[in-house]
């Protein structure tokens, strides 16, 4: 997919995951029911996205607290990263859209 088309797979997909967080430095978003992404994290410091697999994530939380399994734990979240080719542009274009929505 062109950078173009992950932004606006993103925009149309994710909503925001309004936390406890400073949102001067970094914005959560969460896939919808239906949407294969599950996590977009925009970190303004290194004017970077990631973008977590939602069915790779949720068999790692059923695994990391699984009463039955608590000695066991799974790769780490960082394992399922999507690969995407969003650029230091396309990330303003996110930061912009999402932060203008938490401004309103």
Not at 7 to 35: H, P, T, W
Not at 43 to 56: A, C, G, T, W, Y
Request: hydrophobic content about 35%.
């Amino acid at each position: 997919m062109s950078e173009k088309e992950w932004i606006e797979k993103i925009e149309k997909e994710c909503v925001m995951n309004v936390g406890n967080f400073d949102i001067r430095y970094a914005i959560q978003l969460i896939g919808r029911r239906n949407s294969k992404i599950g996590i977009v994290s925009l970190n303004k410091k290194f004017m970077s996205v990631d973008i977590i697999d939602r069915e790779k994530y949720e068999r790692f939380y059923d695994k990391f607290y699984s009463r039955n399994n608590k000695e066991a734990r799974g790769p780490l979240v960082i394992d399922y990263h999507v690969d995407h080719n969003i650029t230091k542009d396309g990330f303003k274009v996110l930061w912009n859209y999402y932060y203008k929505k938490v401004k309103k």
